[in-house]
Every structure is written in structure tokens, then in C-alpha cells.
């Protein structure tokens, strides 16, 4: 690695001799050169870490459904990440990013790398584009993630697929691009950091229209309006999901520092780790509290959403907060989670694994807090842009939903989810040794 990259400098550095310039100036030139190599290892780095989240919503949905529907939420997260791949090069980081300039969306066109300057000796573009592609592409798969658990055990594969192929080719670019991209919010003044609002809510928000429209499970809500509980198979496998998206957050608040190129950068990701870890925290203790309280048990299920809600809650700005201020934000979110899961029983929206209060309810709250450590942020900003992109994501999502419901159908018919969607949909188990016997968990 050092070899690799100590010749380009070397190079840099002699020609300007060469021509005169003074050895200042030169080793300018060498930093320029460094600060481009740490920036791209940061969104490699940081990059790997946000994709690995995808294993972690892999183990959580798989540890919060039932046995019957196990190999079914796997797949449904892989396809997922997978698809979100393939719509971010051929149409989402053009539209999110390409040409906005303070409107409404980029451009249709498939994204190619552009790296040409480097080679001249130009490193004023700060990284390598294509380790900017993936750092973005990694942050959509998260968005789709959210959908795939909160819709689990009773919607069509290939209906459920289609949706992601709408929401990250299209949806999540074109509101990303108000802000991210240099777009009308951005002009405003809005604040989203890392995503409370731009990747969680987005997925809470499409999670939400589709858990109304596809209706819940089967047995879920009585008649009589009493909620019967559905319990996961695998509640150690969910707890290793959560330890993993909490290890990933790192890689997702702190690669948004977009920057590893001088002290003062390090220092701030830093603070971002130290904020980032302190709000799980806060998240987790304040779901077993108000568990305890409200319950007199305290339950693990809400406990482990509780760590998401706070990591979800301080996305939006883990910059700025102290720690005390990080731990506050991160409880109340995971306090919130408490009361949301219970409320949306009430109205009879089905979330198998709570995604909607863990992503939607705390990324909202995430994003309204930030003024409160943030002296450039406003109240009024952030809430036009949470009302904006909910409405956006509303809408479309519905109107797509509704498509895909009234076209090819959402929902698998009543036979085959009594039966499960492992053996139904992909005809195998996730847990055969158990037999079929376990068809009825």
C-alpha cells in the first residue's frame, strides 16, 4: 500500500522542484496528495462497515419473525441490497447528485467514475469517485432494509421486490438530492447529518403506507380489538442483528464526516463514534426502564429497538451534541419506541419488527433535536423538511403500492401464509431439522 502510493508523491513533489517551485509549495502538493488517500480510505472503510449493517437487518428481521418465514426474510435482504446496487448505477446517484443545483432532482443517466484530474496530479476533488459511489449506494440498501422487516411473513417476493426497485431507483434519490445532493432544503439551511430523516424516515415512511395498504397477518388483531402477540423464533439471533447495526452505525455517522484528511477531521469522527455509541446507549436503558414501568417486565424485543431508536435519533447530528446531550437524545428516542410500537397495535398497523417506531418515529425526533446543539439549525427548516420528504415518500409510495396491489396482487393468499412463506414461496425450510412440525411456530 505504501509503495503504491509513495512513488505518485514522489513524482508531484520533484516536478514542482523542477520547475522552480519553492519546497513549501511542493510538500503542499504532497499533503494534497495524502488528505486524497485518507478521505477515499474513509469511505472505503467507512463503506464496509454500513454494508455489514446489511447482515445485521439480515439477523434482526430473522430473529423477530417466525421459524416459518426465516429463509424467506433472509432473502428478501440480500435481493434487496442487491437491487439497491444495480438502480444506484444505472439511475439513483445521476438523479441524487448530478446537476441539482438547488432544485429538485439530478439527472437520468448511469453513473460512471471520474478520476481523469488524478492523474494529471489534481487532487482537488478530495477522493476517488468511486469510493463516493459506494459509500451513497450503501446508505440506500440501509433505506430498503427498513421496509423488508415491518412488511415480513405476508407479502409476495416478487411484489415486495418491485417496490425496492421504485424506491431505490427513484423515491430515495430524488428527496436525497433536496438535500445531500444541493438541493431546495439545502439552500434552506436544512440539517440531516447522516440520515434520520434522508434514509430512516424514508424507509419508515414507505414501510408505513405499505403496512396499511398490505393489511396485517393473519390472527394479529381480534375482533374485539385485543392484539395477539406473534413472537420471533430466535431472539439471540435478533440480539446479535442489533450488535451488528450498532457496530455498522459507526461506519455510517462517521464516514459522513466525508473527510480523514487532517486533525481536525479526526477529531470530529471522534466525537461522532463517541456520540454515536453514547445514544445506543441512552436508547437501551431507556427502553428497559419504560418497559419496567409500563409493563412490569422488561421486554427484550422493545430493549433491542430501543439501542436502534437511539442510534436512529442521533443520526441526524451526532456533530455537535456533548455526550450528556447524545445519551439524552438517543433515551428519548428509545422511550418513544415504547409507546409508538403499542399506538400503531391501536390502529391496527401490523410492524413485525417495530422498523416503523424504530426508524420513522425516532428519525423524526432525531431530526427535530437537532437545533437543540446545533446553533445553525432551525426549528421551522427542520420541520419542512421532515413534512416535505414524508409527503413525498407518502405519496409516491402509496400511489405505487396501490399499483402493484390492484396489478399483480401484494399479499400471498391466507393458504400460504398459514403454511409460511419459506415453503410457500421458496419450498424449502429455514430449520429442517425440525420437520415440518415447526410449519405451525
Known amino acids: 500500500m505504501f509503495k503504491k502510493y509513495s512513488l505518485p508523491i514522489l513524482g508531484v513533489a520533484t516536478a514542482m522542484l523542477a520547475a522552480g517551485i519553492e519546497p513549501a509549495m511542493a510538500e503542499e502538493a504532497k499533503t494534497t496528495e495524502v488528505q486524497y488517500i485518507f478521505n477515499t480510505i474513509n469511505f472505503l472503510m467507512c463503506g464496509f462497515l454500513v454494508m455489514f449493517m446489511a447482515a445485521g437487518f439480515t439477523m434482526l428481521e430473522s430473529g423477530l419473525v417466525r421459524a416459518k418465514n426465516t429463509a424467506t426474510i433472509c432473502l428478501k435482504n440480500i435481493a434487496l441490497y442487491a437491487v439497491a446496487g444495480i438502480l444506484y448505477y444505472l439511475i439513483g446517484y445521476n438523479l441524487m447528485y448530478s446537476g441539482v443545483d438547488g432544485g429538485f432532482m439530478g439527472t437520468f443517466s448511469i453513473w460512471a467514475p471520474d478520476d481523469a484530474a488524478v492523474a494529471k496530479g489534481d487532487f482537488g476533488g478530495n477522493y ?33 421486490l418491485a417496490f425496492i426497485v421504485f424506491l431505490t431507483g427513484i423515491v430515495y434519490p430524488i428527496q436525497g438530492s433536496w438535500q445531500w445532493g444541493g438541493g431546495w432544503l439545502s439552500e434552506m ?57 450498532w457496530l455498522g452505525w459507526f461506519g455510517f455517522n462517521g464516514g459522513s464526516q466525508l473527510a480523514m ?17 453514547i445514544a445506543a446507549a441512552g436508547g437501551v436503558v431507556a427502553a428497559m426502564v419504560a418497559t419496567q414501568l409500563v409493563y412490569k417486565k422488561v421486554d427484550l424485543s422493545m430493549t433491542l429497538n430501543g439501542a436502534i431508536a437511539g442510534l436512529v435519533s442521533i443520526t441526524a447530528g451526532p456533530d455537535t451534541p456533548s455526550m450528556g446531550e447524545a445519551m439524552l437524545i438517543g433515551a428519548v428516542g428509545g422511550t418513544l419506541v415504547v409507546f409508538a410500537v403499542p399506538l400503531l397495535d391501536k390502529f391496527k398497523i401490523d410492524d413485525v419488527v417495530g422498523a416503523i417506531s424504530a426508524h420513522l418515529v425516532a428519525g423524526i425526533w432525531g431530526t427535530m433535536a437537532v437545533p437543540l446543539t446545533n446553533a445553525d439549525a432551525s426549528f421551522a427548516t427542520q420541520a419542512i423538511g421532515v413534512l416535505s420528504i414524508g409527503a413525498f415518500v407518502v405519496t409516491a409510495s402509496t400511489i405505487f403500492w396501490l399499483i402493484l396491489k390492484y396489478t399483480v396482487g401484494i399479499r400471498v ?6 403454511l409460511g412463506l419459506d415453503m410457500a414461496e421458496l419450498g424449502m425450510e429455514a430449520y429442517p431439522e425440525f420437520g415440518r412440525g415447526s410449519q405451525s411456530m
Open 413 to 418: 393468499s391466507a393458504e400460504d401464509e398459514d
Open 189 to 245: 439551511g436544512f440539517a440531516d447529518f447522516a440520515g434520520s430523516t434522508l434514509v430512516h424516515s424514508v424507509g419508515g415512511w414507505a414501510a408505513l403506507t405499505g403496512a396499511i395498504i398490505l393489511g396485517a397477518r393473519r390472527g394479529k388483531y381480534g375482533a374485539d380489538g385485543r392484539v395477539n402477540p406473534l413472537p420471533g423464533a430466535n431472539l439471540p439471533m435478533a440480539t446479535l442483528g442489533t450488535f451488528i447495526l
Open 128 to 160: 476517488a469517485t468511486a469510493s463516493d459511489w459506494f459509500f451513497q449506494m450503501v446508505f440506500v440498501a440501509t433505506a430498503a432494509s427498513v421496509v423488508s422487516g415491518a412488511l415480513a411473513e405476508r407479502i409476495k417476493l416478487w411484489s415486495f
Open 261 to 277: 484528511g487532517s486533525a481536525a477531521d479526526l477529531i470530529a469522527i471522534a466525537q461522532i463514534f463517541i456520540n454515536t455509541n
